[in-house]
Structures are given as structure tokens and as C-alpha cells.
């Protein structure tokens, strides 16, 4: 069965540093986003793309935060220069579109990647 | 904008007995979608049901059943024999509105279930 899968599992990183997390969508999808979820809490969007430029972002993703699709199979997230605030799991998801209308995308998600920013 | 939540931050079961999980969700969206995910200890989110707003069946997927109450606003997970297994967060969200060319999830907080021996 097709799942998302993402790299790495877990990234340790000090303050003010890039990182870059990467996933590989279900092959045919056409939408992917990037969910997170700081330890204990729920998740929350911070972005969507779709043909190879975002759809929606949320307050959460500003100036230190990019996606990018390097190639037809992975998509990345970078930030830029990483705060102790950003330690979270960080999951990406793909779906395959909305051929019913509103309300009708399923979104398979990661295993997700644990930040740990020091 | 969209809005879940979920009352339950724990929940305990008998393994081999039923058990809901409460969900109610505030909209002004005519078309939405409801998802439950399982998130185990492990971390990762595992998709387990959906329901649309306009259907009128409530969903099933083996064990999982979905109470779809539109007038109440309700979307409850019901799991049916429980097993250890399904010791697990929880989380209810869901998704619609606008056409952006895509749909972000809101999610709710998450009950925590723990089944007992």
C-alpha cells in the first residue's frame, strides 16, 4: 500500500541553524501539506501546495519558513534559521484531490519528524 | 471559521467492549469532510475514517463507526470490541470551505483511550 514516508526521523539541530525536512508524497497525489504538533498538543496546519506553489499558509509559517518540490517526487521543508519554539514533530501529508467537492480530500499523513532545537 | 472539539481528554475501556469518543465541530461551510486519525505512542497519524457532510449513511470501516449528527453538529468515533491495540490519541478534524485550490485539516485536541485487560 502507498504511504508518505519522511526523513529523518528525528533531527537534532542548535538554535539558528537551517534545517531541511523531507517527505516523499503517495505517488500520484497532487496536494501535500505540512502539518505540526509541539509535544502534548494538537496539530497545526502551517502550509499547502499544489502545482508547485502554495495554496494556503497559515500565521504560523512566516519569513523563516519555505517548501519546495525539487523534483517530481520530494517535497521539502526548510527553516531557515531554527528557534527553541520550533522543536515539534512535524508531519507532511498528500492527498489526492478533490474530485467530490469541499469536504471530500482524505489526507494520509507521515510518520513525521521530531525536531529538537537546542 | 471551522472549529473542533473534543470534551474528552481521557477515556478508559474494557478490552472487548465498545467505546465512543465525542467530537462536535462548528462550521457556517454547506460541504465538509470529518476525519478521525489514530496517533499511537509511536507518533505517526493513521487515517482511520471519514465522513462527508452531504452523506446520509454514517461511515463504517471495520471496527470504526462514525455517529454523524448534522443538526448537532457531532461526529463521534465509536470503536467496537476494543483490543490493546487501540490504546492510542485520538484526534478529530475536518475540512471544507472555500475552494483554495486545497483544504488544511483543523483539528481537535484528542482524547487519549487507554484499553485495560
Known amino acids: 500500500e502507498p504511504e508518505v514516508t519522511q526523513t529523518p526521523s528525528h533531527q537534532v539541530t542548535q538554535m539558528g541553524q537551517e534545517v531541511i525536512l523531507r517527505c516523499v508524497p503517495i505517488?500520484?497525489?497532487?496536494?501535500f501539506y505540512w502539518y505540526r504538533q509541539i509535544l502534548g498538543q494538537k496539530v497545526e496546519f502551517l502550509v499547502s501546495f499544489y502545482n508547485n506553489e502554495i495554496s494556503e499558509k497559515s500565521e504560523i509559517f512566516d519569513d523563516q519558513f519555505s517548501v519546495e518540490r525539487p523534483d517530481g517526487s520530494n517535497f521539502t521543508l526548510k527553516i531557515r534559521s531554527t528557534k527553541l519554539e520550533d522543536s515539534a514533530m512535524y508531519f507532511c501529508?498528500?492527498?489526492?484531490?478533490?474530485?467530490?467537492?469541499?469536504?471530500?480530500?482524505?489526507?494520509?499523513f507521515g510518520p513525521g519528524t521530531r525536531l529538537t532545537v537546542l | 471559521a471551522q472549529k473542533i472539539t473534543q470534551t474528552q481528554p481521557g477515556m478508559f475501556v474494557q478490552e472487548k467492549e465498545a467505546v465512543t469518543l465525542d467530537c462536535t465541530y462548528d462550521t457556517s461551510d454547506q460541504s465538509y469532510g470529518l476525519f478521525w486519525y489514530k496517533q499511537p505512542s509511536s507518533g505517526e497519524m493513521i487515517f482511520l475514517i471519514y465522513q462527508g457532510s452531504y452523506d446520509e449513511q454514517n461511515a463504517t470501516e471495520g471496527r470504526y463507526s462514525l455517529n454523524f449528527q448534522k443538526a448537532r453538529k457531532s461526529a463521534n468515533l465509536v470503536i467496537s470490541a476494543s483490543q490493546l491495540g487501540d490504546s492510542a490519541m485520538y484526534f478529530c478534524?475536518?475540512?471544507?470551505?472555500?475552494?483554495?485550490?486545497?483544504?488544511?485539516?483543523?483539528f481537535g485536541k484528542g482524547t487519549k483511550l487507554t484499553v485495560n485487560p
Open positions: 505517488s500520484n497525489h497532487l496536494y
Open positions: 478534524a475536518m475540512s471544507g470551505g472555500d475552494w483554495r485550490g486545497s483544504e488544511k485539516l483543523v
Open positions: 501529508a498528500s492527498s489526492g484531490g478533490l474530485a467530490g467537492g469541499p469536504g471530500t480530500d482524505t489526507q494520509y
